[in-house]
């Protein structure tokens, strides 16, 4: 608070000066040239076609309840992936989003308890909801598997089915 009073007085008794000494106070003002900035670009999206925009499916048919070993039942997931506007300066990723058994991060939960579809990339877990960086040229093989939670003594008789969503994109 003391501040701000001496300052005023400071103030004050230069312009005191100022005036008895018969001066004007000067005034700067700033002058120079402006010029506007535009700025400007284009959104795209570089998206990638998996499978032509169609579904892919894979039946297992019937599965011993029995024989659920991991390997048994194992299928390639057969894909095309086709990006637009390619640019091998971007970071391309891989992802299967859907509902992470509780057993197995790399496996999708089905309507049978204790049962779940493994995803396997190169022959390797992939884990459920988490990107994977890929190639364009040399997308990683896909396949799928049946697997049974160690923690279930049986699993039940019925049809099961699971359903993910495989997306690629750059990012």
């Excluded at 018969?22 to 400007?40: C, K, N, Y």
Aim: net charge negative; with cysteine.
């Amino acid at each position: 608070m003391n501040n701000s009073i001496i300052s005023r007085r400071s103030l004050c008794g230069a312009l005191f000066v100022l005036a008895l000494s018969g001066a004007e106070p000067a005034l700067a003002v700033a002058t120079g040239d402006s010029s506007d900035i535009a700025f400007h670009g284009t959104l795209k999206i570089h998206p990638c076609h998996i499978n032509n925009d169609q579904d892919l499916s894979i039946h297992f048919d019937n599965v011993g309840i029995h024989k659920v070993d991991g390997e048994r039942y194992k299928q390639t997931l057969g894909y095309q992936l086709v990006c637009d506007d390619i640019d091998p300066t971007w970071r391309l990723t891989m992802i299967v989003k859907g509902n992470a058994a509780s057993f197995d991060s790399s496996a999708l939960s089905t309507n049978i308890t204790g049962l779940a579809v493994q995803i396997l990339q190169n022959g390797q877990p992939f884990e459920i909801n988490k990107a994977l960086d890929i190639t364009y040229q040399n997308p990683p093989t896909l396949e799928a598997v049946p697997v049974k939670d160690p923690n279930v003594s049986e699993l039940g008789e019925g049809a099961f089915s699971v359903t993910a969503t495989l997306l690629a994109e750059y990012l």
